[in-house]
């Protein structure tokens, strides 16, 4: 078991699905944790405090918008100051638009590539300094199958999370001697609130039952036919954190039910 007792990891986009649960995964293994993200103040305080009744951590929301730098800093030195040092770093946060490219807009692709891409690269420009300070950390960054796949329609999208599979390449090269790693986790369809409700949307517009969206829609691409589970992607980042993983650089882990192996 990955041991954490006395780290803090800071996660974007924790708010709710995949970064809840490597939130949870984290404070399960010992570390304070600092979430990030939107929804409803009652939602997030909820959570929050889950996260600290059940594993006897703290844990503290930052409202950090992941388009805005200061903000993001904020957060960063939010950490820092509450728990007087961000030892693991997830960039989680992100959003989706499907359209043609000719019809594609403009605030959506800036959005997208704001929200997906930069914001990463903010976080990890304000959590380095103190990494290599205390020499070590970890630097989780949740790609995509679409960060070594394309699918049309989604360009910001596809071409944000190529932009994060080069970015943990260059800084795992640029902190390999200062004993922080750098990887990114590319997860195919993950069964989420998110995937879920867009199910019976989905039947409606192509008529189809809900068996038939999941196995010839959703999971098409996915040779297992089966969802990944939050759970599985939060057990694949506690293992990048600890010290088994510590030879583990610059790689892009595939969880996707084998829909990058073609």
């Avoid at 882990?253 to 192996?261: F, K, N, P």
Wanted: with cysteine; charged share 15%; hydrophobic share 45%.
């Amino acid at each position: 078991m990955t041991n954490l007792n006395g780290k803090t990891a800071v996660v974007t986009g924790s708010t709710s699905g995949i970064g809840l649960a490597y939130a949870r995964a984290f404070a399960g293994a010992g570390a304070n944790v600092v979430i990030n993200g939107f929804g409803a103040a009652a939602d997030i305080e909820k959570e929050r405090s889950a996260i600290e009744s059940e594993f006897k951590v703290r844990a503290i929301h930052s409202p950090a918008d992941m388009t805005r730098p200061d903000e993001i800093a904020g957060m960063i030195a939010l950490g820092e100051t509450t728990f007087g040092a961000v030892d693991i770093l997830v960039n989680n946060a992100g959003i989706q638009f499907v359209s043609p490219i000719e019809e594609f807009p403009i605030e959506k692709w800036n959005a997208i590539i704001a929200i997906n891409l930069s914001s990463a690269f903010h976080t990890i420009r304000a959590a380095v300094p103190g990494m290599k300070r205390r020499g070590w950390g970890r630097i989780v960054n949740t790609a995509s199958a679409h960060s070594l796949v394309a699918s049309p329609f989604k360009s910001a999208y596809v071409a944000a999370k190529h932009g994060i599979a080069g970015l943990t390449k260059t800084v795992a090269l640029e902190l390999a001697a200062h004993k922080i790693t750098c990887n990114c986790i590319s997860p195919g369809y993950v069964w989420t609130p998110l995937v879920e409700k867009q199910i019976p949307d989905t039947m409606k517009a192509r008529d189809m039952t809900k068996e038939q969206v999941v196995n010839d829609v959703l999971l098409a691409a996915q040779p297992t036919k089966q969802f990944v589970t939050v759970e599985q992607v939060a057990a694949l980042a506690l293992y990048l954190c600890g010290d088994d993983a510590a030879q583990i650089t610059g790689s892009n882990l595939s969880i996707d039910g084998g829909w990058t192996a073609a």
